[in-house]
């Protein structure tokens, strides 16, 4: 019985809709002609309201019929997807604040809050700066001269460090030289004695060690980041006696017969550099072995831990060896074979669970092999006399090869700070003769 009525319902609305209009239409008559004797308000007034009465009765015009089932219907499920709009929109907005408040507190510096705040409690500004108040591993910071010319030491007395400012308050400065052991994993695979670090051979702090250290140069540094947080300062160094060779190659990369490029050279290198198949060829070059000796050195802006550190050294070698496979499709590559594997998780075997707190070391040497080690110290200054120890090394040269690429050469770094830091420091070796830069270190 329920359907029949369902039915006549339906055939009823159409017809109820036109008398209702013809109703509004014969109203809008009566009114029209009550008020005939002006013309002017019969002209001005009845076709305006007969037009709003009829609109607003027309079907689709926004009013629909309260006995039309479907027109109930539609218009129900109208307000619910309204209202469950409204909802998502406001889910959305409040996990977003949510998540920008974590982000907030994660990038929170407390060091230099509390430092503000001593400032502020103690009333009055130090007149000395605050590299000159700073103190690395240990020593006190001093400033030499100002502007361009100026030079940041820590200590005094003989054993002064130069250092390099990093822009950034969290690990500040970085030393322009370091020494490193001479041995690789093939002469030396006990643990490495002595601090290895920025003292200098034969100093107090690293007493007869000239025979196993060796001085490596900073070439450029630049800053780490994931969306807009600091991760950690990253610095290239080479082999003090491996700059002339770096040189060389640079500068006969452009011009075979010069000795150092001019302005035009030296903007063309940089670009090449900065290319993502340019740079690939011209990296390519120098790292290929035996060749050069080189280090990265990096240093937290926050505690984090190896298992981070390594999910983005691992994932620096898988854009690499995606940009191969990328250049040569269909071709099998040097990195798809089952040894390239097995070394890619022996590297992952070597940075296990511990933490690597604020203002650590952690070194990746290559030496002229391609052999990779891993060094490894805590905070110089909060654990005076401990060792850098060798978490582990890697004899295949494939591994720090792509890991180097991942700062330098590619389409996307890891780091567009350290990568641009690097080539402006190319560019000032290429800019003097070759064999110059090593003599100037010295």
Request: a positive charge; glycine letters at 8%.
């Amino acid at each position: 019985m329920a359907l029949p009525q369902r039915q006549a319902m339906r055939l009823l609305s159409p017809r109820m809709q036109c008398l209702s209009k013809q109703s509004a239409i014969r109203q809008a008559r009566f009114i029209s002609s009550r008020y005939s004797n002006s013309t002017s308000r019969s002209v001005a007034t009845a076709p305006a309201a007969t037009s709003s009465i009829i609109d607003q009765l027309t079907p689709g015009a926004g009013t629909r019929n309260p006995l039309d089932v479907r027109a109930a219907r539609v218009e129900y499920e109208e307000q619910k997807q309204y209202h469950l709009q409204r909802m998502r929109t406001a889910g959305m907005g409040l996990l977003l604040t949510f998540g920008a408040l974590a982000m907030i507190l994660f990038n929170l510096d407390l060091d230099s809050i509390e430092q503000a705040e001593n400032k502020r409690r103690g009333g009055q500004q130090l007149d000395a700066s605050d590299e000159a108040n700073a103190r690395f591993q240990g020593k006190e910071v001093h400033v030499i001269g100002a502007g361009d010319g100026k030079r940041i030491v820590a200590g005094s007395g003989g054993q002064e460090i130069e250092l390099v400012e990093t822009g950034t308050s969290s690990v500040p400065h970085f030393p322009r030289t370091i020494y490193l052991p001479t041995s690789s994993v093939s002469a030396a695979p006990t643990p490495i004695p002595g601090i290895v670090g920025v003292a200098e051979p034969n100093s107090r702090e690293n007493p007869g060690n000239i025979a196993n250290q060796e001085e490596y140069t900073l070439v450029g540094l630049g800053i780490r980041t994931v969306m807009w947080i600091q991760v950690y300062v990253v610095g290239m160094y080479v082999r003090t006696t491996d700059i002339t060779t770096l040189q060389a190659k640079l500068v006969k990369h452009i011009n075979p017969t010069a000795s150092a490029l001019i302005p035009s050279e030296k903007e063309d290198l940089k670009k090449k550099l900065l290319d993502a198949d340019e740079s690939r060829a011209i990296w390519g070059e120098l790292l290929k072995v035996p060749g050069i000796k080189t280090a990265f050195r990096i240093s937290p802006t926050r505690s984090t831990n190896f298992s981070h550190l390594r999910d983005g050294f691992v994932s620096g070698i898988n854009n690499r060896t995606g940009e191969a496979r990328a250049l040569t499709p269909g071709v099998v590559t040097e990195y798809d074979s089952e040894e390239f594997g097995r070394s890619v998780q022996d590297l992952k075997a070597i940075f296990k669970g511990s933490n690597a707190p604020k203002g650590s070391v952690l070194v990746l040497s290559r030496d002229e092999n391609g052999t990779l080690d891993v060094l490894y110290q805590p905070k110089p200054e909060e654990t005076k006399g401990k060792e850098m120890e060798r978490l582990g090394s890697l004899a295949d040269e494939r591994v720090s090869r792509l890991l180097w690429f991942g700062y330098l050469a590619g389409a996307k770094v890891s780091s567009q700070g350290a990568r641009e830091g690097v080539v402006n420091g190319c560019m000032e070796f290429v800019a003097r003769p070759v064999g110059s830069v090593e003599t100037m270190v010295h």
